[in-house]
């Protein structure tokens, strides 16, 4: 045996424990020239990966794989991407997404594809390269645009998801989510955008918009957000336009700053519902039976019973008359159920109970802006939408954006009454004109127990997604107008159901 065939076989052994240890990456994992792994399934994570840096600032990395260079990675592949982790000091994936509009366009909360965008083709470009390691903590450039106005002077985008945990959880670092959220449904909630702007406390500083705007919230949001006009309050709190004593007395009679506690008894309509006589009339005097007497409660209604429930429920007048003051803020009082109902829940009560006579049977709450659509899917209503149709019949369902309300009828001035659960509570209103006063008289008279000023809404209530009107006839029908309230107008509609 020659020199050459003693070497051949005094390495055989080496290669052969080399080829094995070679054999458990293959297909899956495989190790860099440095000696680091960093390959998984044929990506190399080189670029946004480091195996002693993730370690380091990973306390159940170094726990768990602080000797096993192959799970480590496989850990930061399969879950480590998903919560956003970092594991490299020349790649920030927080600063990254922060930093880069245009991918969340694209990748919204898939957050592996930042990891990969950037593995791929981002190293490539200064801008990227930059927007790694930026430090950025906030997002920035997101949507502050709608219906071709700006909104940044009542919106920010990292206050919001900051003070709206719900929020944050269902739409993270997707801005255009989180803006629409805020526009279709913060806005008409009251729900502040930024640290400086409360509507609210907007309100109570400029009587003379009230009086312009009435208690439409958009309308103030967006009179600010294009003029920065109107009188701002500093606070410790960013602005509010409340003094320290009224504030202290707000709390302090938390218990009700009316003393007030009507509740059934002083009621001249409507105390109790009419359960399972499917007509339109039913369907109207049933709307009316919370009104007046029901707060505004986020999410009221969404629950397992509120929407399902037959009549109208005692601890809703025990919540009204404990919380009925000038300061009754619905967003200290989130998914309290039981106490109250929001707008999408108003709705599915009001049909419930006019279609049922047993609490807990079909479920009929649905997102506000679908209301109208979904009643036409189902066969119960032909649709409008765009706004395609200014006529308003009693009984008609109008779904707008993050807002859903009920037709009392259409004035000769082509006003709007309509019944709906809107910040503060269940209430009649009206768009300007003939309608607004209706509500305002029909508040006073049949309605005592309302502590507040009847609400009139601006002319944006009929800017619809969509108008369910409901069918009186025909194959699909669940409601019949024996009493003929689809040919009445606004004023015809409320003598007959209330008087003069």
């Known amino acids: 045996m020659n020199r050459r065939e003693r070497r051949a076989m005094t390495l055989k052994p080496v290669l052969a424990a080399v080829m094995f240890c070679c054999l458990l990456f293959v297909g899956s994992l495989t190790v860099s020239a440095a000696g680091e792994v960093t390959k998984y399934n044929g990506v190399d994570y080189a670029r946004v ?32 991407m998903k919560k956003r982790q970092v594991a490299s000091e020349d790649f920030d994936i927080n600063s ?13 909360n898939n957050y592996k594809k930042y990891y990969l965008h950037y593995i791929k083709k981002g190293y490539k470009s200064k801008t990227y390269r930059r927007r790694a390691t930026a430090g950025y903590k906030t997002l920035k450039n997101y ?10 002077r009542v919106y920010d985008y990292n206050y919001y998801v900051s003070h709206n945990a719900d929020v944050k959880k269902k739409y993270g670092v997707d801005d255009l989510a989180v803006f629409e959220d805020f526009m279709e449904r913060g806005v008409y909630l009251g729900l502040k955008g930024n640290a400086k702007f409360d509507v609210e406390s907007y309100i109570k500083a400029n009587p003379d918009l009230e009086t312009q705007f009435g208690d439409d919230y958009f309308e103030f949001y967006t009179y600010y957000a294009k003029t920065g006009k109107g009188n701002l309050v500093p606070t410790d709190d960013g602005y509010s336009a409340f003094t320290e004593d009224e504030l202290a007395a707000m709390s302090s009679s938390e218990t009700g700053a009316t003393e007030k506690k009507l509740g059934y008894t002083a009621r001249k309509i409507y105390n109790e519902t009419i359960n399972g006589q499917k007509t339109l009339t039913t369907y109207l005097k049933n709307a009316l039976v919370p009104c007046g007497r029901t707060l505004y409660i986020w999410g009221g209604g969404w629950d397992d019973s509120d929407a399902s429930i037959i009549g109208y429920q005692k601890q809703w007048e025990t919540f009204f008359n404990n919380h009925n003051t000038a300061g009754y803020d619905y967003a200290n009082y989130r998914y309290s159920y039981g106490n109250g109902l929001d707008c999408s829940g108003f709705a599915a009560w009001t049909l419930y109970n006019t279609l049922y006579t047993k609490s807990g049977g079909a479920w009929l709450v649905y997102q506000s802006t679908t209301v109208a659509s979904t009643y036409k899917s189902k066969g119960w209503a032909t649709l409008s939408t765009g706004s395609s149709d200014q006529t308003y019949k009693p009984g008609d369902v109008v779904s707008m954006n993050g807002h859903v309300w009920i037709s009392l009828g ?3 001035d082509k006003s709007v009454l309509l019944v709906h659960s809107s910040p503060k509570g269940v209430q009649i209103s009206g768009t300007s004109g003939r309608a607004a006063t209706l509500a ?9 127990e309302w502590p507040y000023a009847a609400r009139t809404v601006s002319s944006s209530y009929l800017s619809y997604a969509g108008k369910a009107r409901w069918k009186v006839s025909g194959a699909g029908h669940i409601l019949d107008d024996p009493d003929g309230l689809q040919k009445m107008s606004a004023d015809q509609i409320m003598k007959f159901l209330l008087g003069d």
């Open 410 to 412: 259409q004035c000769s």
């Open 143 to 152: 949507a502050v645009s709608y219906a071709g106005v700006s909104y940044k």
């Open 440 to 448: 305002t008289h029909y508040m006073k008279k049949y309605f005592p």
């Open 96 to 108: 990254y997404i922060n930093g880069s509009k245009n991918l969340r366009r694209s990748y919204k």
């Open 49 to 80: 990966y480091d195996f002693d840096y993730y370690v380091a600032h990973n306390s159940y990395v170094k726990k768990h794989y602080a000797d096993n260079p192959a799970g480590a990675l496989k850990y930061f592949v399969k879950k480590g």
